[in-house]
């Protein structure tokens, strides 16, 4: 059951037997699967899965930007780790460097990849990054 104060984006994909509460905001790029519970004052934006048999509480905010930040430092942070993400933004210089850099890593597991960068004293390489 959708509230009908709920707004659901037509291009949603929304599965059989989910509830979702009044004042909910869901948009287009948002899949909820089947017996999910959406509570009231929910927002779900972005490219957001969420699977079956879940409970999302009231005044959620899922796929939003963080609403608040401690200082510029943290916005700053935000916004290069957001671009970092996606290998689209980051100049080809710098990409060619971390996959040199990565391929050379003779690490266990992906987890361990910015120890061993500074286990190495990758600091160029890390300088490179924090400037971009």
């Known amino acids: 059951m959708i509230h009908k104060t709920a707004i659901v984006d037509s291009k949603a994909k929304i599965s059989s037997n989910v509830s979702i ?9 948002v899949e909820i ?7 009231s004052h929910v927002s779900i934006i972005g490219n957001t899965k969420i699977g079956k ?3 999302v509480y009231p005044f959620a905010s899922i796929g939003n930007d963080p609403q608040d930040f401690c200082n510029e430092y943290h916005y700053r942070n935000f916004q290069r780790n957001q671009r970092l993400i ?7 210089d710098i990409q060619t460097d971390i996959y040199k850099e990565y391929e050379k890593a003779t690490v266990t597991s992906r987890s361990k990849i910015l120890p061993y960068m500074i286990q190495h004293d990758l600091k160029e390489l890390i300088g490179k990054i924090e400037e971009f």
């Open 21 to 29: 509460g009044a004042y909910s905001v869901i948009g287009s790029g």
């Open 33 to 39: 699967g089947e017996n999910t519970k959406i509570d």
């Open 53 to 55: 048999n879940n409970k």
């Open 86 to 92: 996606d290998f689209d933004y980051i100049p080809d």
